[in-house]
């Protein structure tokens, strides 16, 4: 099994930051895109952030030069460095990983059991 776990979350004010973190650990043999996830009360999940394996990230319009993704592969983990953080930042941050298990040809999305950010003015 693959299992996900992230950290970091918490309570800032408006205008300062904070760094999630999600480790990645299991039977793994690779893990293709690394992603961050939100979801604030009555609304849907959505991508906030995303890398590939060597590849470029990529980022919501919304948090687009405040927030910044990255990853260590050597350790399977996934950061998301959120600065200058507003209000609307409120929600439960999901950590998502498209893996490959050790002995299977598959690819199949994780998804850890995120952790809560409340940014108040």
């Known amino acids: 099994q693959v299992q996900l776990v992230e950290s970091g979350g918490g309570l800032v004010q408006a205008g300062g930051s904070l760094r999630l973190s999600c480790a990645a650990s299991?039977?793994?043999?690779?893990?293709?895109?690394m992603s961050w996830y939100r979801q604030a009360p009555g609304k849907q999940r959505e991508l906030v952030a995303a890398?590939?394996?060597?590849?470029?990230?990529n980022y919501a319009d919304s948090v687009k030069g405040r927030f910044t993704i990255s990853r260590d592969n050597a350790k399977n983990m996934v950061y998301l460095q959120m600065n200058s953080l507003k209000p609307e930042d409120t929600a439960v941050y999901y950590c998502?990983?498209?893996?490959?298990?050790?002995?299977?040809?598959?690819?199949?999305?994780?998804w850890g059991q995120g952790t809560q950010v409340t940014v108040y003015s």
């Open positions: 998502n990983a498209d893996v490959y298990r050790q002995g299977s040809p598959y690819l199949n999305a994780y």
């Open positions: 299991g039977t793994i043999f690779s893990i293709n895109a």
């Open positions: 890398i590939r394996s060597g590849g470029s990230p």
